[in-house]
């Protein structure tokens, strides 16, 4: 639960920049949450929610409205 109640907070708080689901079909498949930062693009990787967690649908269902890419921020 401690994933989602991050997840939950920066999208309340404004942290939230973006969410991509990669890598379908590979071990690395999954929703990856980024938040913003001051580092390199203004955004880096903080939450990731794999294929077989229980709480992706969750976490997917809560980003939904904010246009989730595919790829690397929409460029994969």
């Known amino acids: 639960m ?4 991050a997840l939950k907070q920066s ?4 942290t939230f920049h973006h969410a991509t689901y990669r ?11 980024y938040l913003k930062s001051d580092l390199g ?16 649908h969750t976490a997917e269902d809560m980003v939904r409205h904010t246009g989730v890419s595919l790829g690397a921020y929409g460029c994969g």
Request: aromatic share 12%; with cysteine; charged share 35%.
């Open 2 to 5: 401690e994933k989602l109640e």
């Open 11 to 14: 999208l309340a708080d404004g």
């Open 23 to 33: 890598d379908r079909g590979s071990i690395w498949e999954g929703l990856y949450i």
């Open 41 to 56: 693009r203004g955004f880096s990787p903080e939450i990731c929610f794999g294929k077989n967690d229980p709480e992706l």
